[in-house]
């Protein structure tokens, strides 16, 4: 299992990113995917979530702001990130996501990180 995280840096508030995933050793089309984050000093959350059919879920303090999608051609995940807010810092990770939240795989990669300045 390889799941790969890009496109963090640092941004003003205000600005934007788009993430993405490149996953290997999974069956990606077939698997609910998610990005989650972790703040430092906070525990790792689900932020979005993308089903198989394309349904896309996301917490209220991003929805509006972040679009996740797939490329199921390319077995990669992204999201893109716009109004970004300094509470948007923190090391995004991406992994298969069951309904519940809870990701599938135990191994995370090293993700992403997103400083957002104010």
């Known amino acids: 299992v390889q799941l790969q995280a890009s496109g963090g840096g640092l941004v003003q508030a205000g600005g934007s990113l788009r993430l993405s995933c490149a996953t290997s050793?999974?069956?990606?089309?077939?698997?609910?995917m998610g990005w989650y984050r972790q703040a430092p000093g906070k525990q790792r959350e689900l932020v979005a979530r993308?089903?198989?059919?394309?349904?896309?879920t996301y917490i209220d303090s991003v929805k509006g702001r972040f679009t996740i999608s797939r490329d199921n051609a390319k077995n990669t995940l992204y999201l893109q990130m716009n109004s970004l807010k300094p509470v948007d810092t923190a090391v995004y990770y991406c992994?298969?996501?069951?309904?519940?939240?809870?990701?599938?795989?135990?191994?995370w990669g090293q993700g992403t990180e997103v400083t957002v300045s104010s």
């Open positions: 050793g999974i069956a990606f089309s077939v698997l609910g």
């Open positions: 992994n298969a996501a069951r309904r519940d939240g809870g990701a599938v795989f135990g191994s």
């Open positions: 993308i089903s198989v059919d394309r349904t896309a």
